[in-house]
């Protein structure tokens, strides 16, 4: 049946790069066998599933939106797929995202725009976009995402969806192309918080192929979205993250999901992050300067695309010049020359040691506040998904959009969004944004199915 969807409108949503038919239908008749010869089988033994195409997979082509990797396959699977394998969820195939995860509206991906289902002239978010969208025109009602600043939670606010960022070492980054490392974490994308709480129990735990994997065991998120008990919960809204900026129907919607929490039992207070001003800033300190690092190795010589230069001797160096010059895109070319002008020596004070102070006031803000409450809530996104092409030319108008999601990548924390209904200046699907502490990804699941 989801086959037959992505048939059906792929064609206009444009979510996926690669439909995998021929394996989702064999492990999907896999399941069938097994559940009529009475095997017990994972929950979500069956349930199919859509991969960000920043996710390696044996057999499937991996492009991270880029043409540099155009026609590149993975000897290896990431983590989170040999386990989604393993529990038999048939893999549908690879979406659609900004090249190599840079982006808040998918249109830096390589490989042509990803449509919002809700309005086709608008866009579905990013990085992710592809993921969000497959769940939202119901291609497919599972998704694996990464999030580095935003691009599984913004992507969800603006399609009416769920999207987690689990905390950092949560879920194992083994497999997932490195963007910004430090800032990088898989998640689940869905249509309801229990889903993606099944799914964030599936791919979550200790990996000793990620270093920065944490050993804890899973917590039982799935009961926690199931239970959705809200009573005497300490809930605090981030002052900072509302007002100059906010869409006035994406604030109505976020005032209403806080009536629903007090009535549930949730005492809401008001809580003060002054350096998330700064987020931003620091993030696009320290993002591009681990992007001009971890995207070095795309040198034309061990991976995907090798383009000759087309007069001249044919070294080494202007093999790889011409192989970059032809394989990034604009986007992934300005990043990575901003991030290797932060980490320059005589520069590095200025820029990038100063961004990874303001990163450790961000992360004490977070601290404090967590002394105060359990859970920190804020709108998603600033506004609704914005039109196709309207701020493509305009780099930080682009990079606004992430100013609520930032700060929980900075410090690590956990956070997930989830639909508050539209707005009624546009029709269309706001987001809100709930955070908990480090390791605290239980609570999330908790008060998220407090507000379905
Ligand atoms: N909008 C963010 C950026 O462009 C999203 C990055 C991400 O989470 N992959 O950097």
Redesign the pocket.
Known sequence: AHLDRIAAVDGVVHAFLHVNTEEALAVAAEVDAARAAGQSLHRLAGVPIAIKDLIVTVGQPTTAGSRILEGWMSPYDATVIEKIRAAKLPILGKTNL?EF????STEHSAFGDTHNPWDLDRIPG???GGSAAAVAAFEAPLALG???????R?PAAVTGTVGVKPTYGGVSRYGAIA?ASS??QIGPCARTVEDAALLHELIGGHDPKDSTSLVDPVAAFAAAAADGDVTGLRIGVVTDLQGEGYQAGVLDRFGEALDLLREAGAEIVEVSCPHFRYALGA??LI?PSEVSSNLAKFDGVRYGLRTLPTEGPLTIERVMAATRAAGFGAEAKRRIILGTYALSAGYYDAYYGSAQKVRTLVQRDFDAAFERVDILISPTAPTTAFRLGEKTDDPLA??L??VA??PA?LAGVPGLSLPSGLATEDGLPAGIQLLAPAREDERLYRAGAALE
């Open positions: 900004d995860a840079m982006g808040s990013g990085s992710g990464t999030d580095t600043g935003g691009s599984i913004q963007m800032l990088d993030y696009y993002m682009m990079y959009n992430d999601t930032i990548n």
